[in-house]
Nanobody, 117 residues
Framework: QVQLVESGGGLVQPGGSLRLSCAAS????????MYWYRRAPGKERELVAA???????NYEASVKGRFTISRDNAASMVYLQMNSLKPEDTAVYYC???????????WGQGTQVTVSS
């Protein structure tokens, strides 16, 4: 199974940028679709962005044009570049790995992103 460790969260002013990183280890990275989810206070967890092993991407509507998901298969890393951040982007962000063969899901511990002036 894969282990995931996120980093890069923090406090940023509205309009600012952050880059989240997720390091994967323990399994063949190419066997996984990679996802970023977030959970805002008082809200359900939502899918923010997805990237498959061919680097095809999808985004939740509210982040399109502002967030970019990418992966480095050689380094077993996935990234979420977040630009033009808004207060409503405040949430705990989670990295998720979905094994395309076993359909098992694995989660990182989460990283807090706070957008506030």
């Amino acid at each position: 199974q894969v282990q995931l460790v996120e980093s890069g969260g923090g406090l940023v002013q509205p309009g600012g940028s952050l880059r989240l990183s997720c390091a994967a280890s323990g399994d063949t990275f190419g066997n996984y679709g990679m996802y970023w989810y977030r959970r805002a206070p008082g809200k359900e967890r939502e899918l923010v962005a997805a990237v498959n092993r061919f680097s095809n991407t999808n985004y939740e509507a509210s982040v399109k044009g502002r967030f970019t998901i990418s992966r480095d298969n050689a380094a077993s890393m996935v990234y979420l570049q977040m630009n033009s951040l808004k207060p409503e982007d405040t949430a705990v962000y989670y990295c998720n790995a979905h094994n395309i063969y076993t359909r098992a899901d694995y989660w990182g511990q989460g990283t807090q992103v706070t957008v506030s002036s």
